[in-house]
């Protein structure tokens, strides 16, 4: 895998970031599954699995979710040159918007006589 990841020229960080997650699924495949590791016998019903372990037990933010989503999609198409059928219509964790921070109208009175006047 660290191979087909430098011929397409990712990041350094990308590489170990790929490299972990891919381990942490495997850790997951057989300690948590009890199943047998063989890269032959992965279905996307394995990556989904893992994919709601992360949100659902160990509680990761969305954008952690597609990191570990995009290893695991380099791992199967470019790596194990494997397309797990609806693996790539998968729905993606979304990112919660962030409300904008804004002052309330006392605040903002309260800033008016600091403002310097300009001529």
């Given at each position: 895998m660290r191979e087909a990841i430098r011929i397409k020229?990712?990041?350094?960080r990308?590489?170990?970031?790929?490299?972990d997650w891919v381990e942490r699924f495997f850790h997951y495949i057989s300690q948590v599954k009890k199943k047998d590791l063989h890269?032959?016998?992965?279905?996307?019903?394995?990556?989904k699995d893992f994919l709601s372990y992360l949100a659902l037990t160990k509680r990761v933010s969305s954008s952690t979710q597609?990191?570990?989503?995009?290893?695991?999609?380099?791992?199967?198409?470019?790596?194990?040159?494997?397309?797990?059928?609806?693996l790539s219509k998968t729905v993606r964790a979304k990112r919660g918007q962030r409300l904008?921070?804004?002052?309330?109208?006392?605040e903002v009175?309260?800033?008016f006589p600091h403002l310097l006047r300009s001529p």
């Open positions: 020229h990712y990041s350094y990308t590489e170990r970031s790929y490299m890269l032959a016998g992965l279905d996307s019903g394995d990556v597609n990191q570990a989503f995009n290893a695991l999609l380099f791992l199967l198409r470019d790596v194990l040159k494997t397309e797990l059928g609806d904008p921070v804004t002052l309330s109208p006392e009175q309260e800033l």
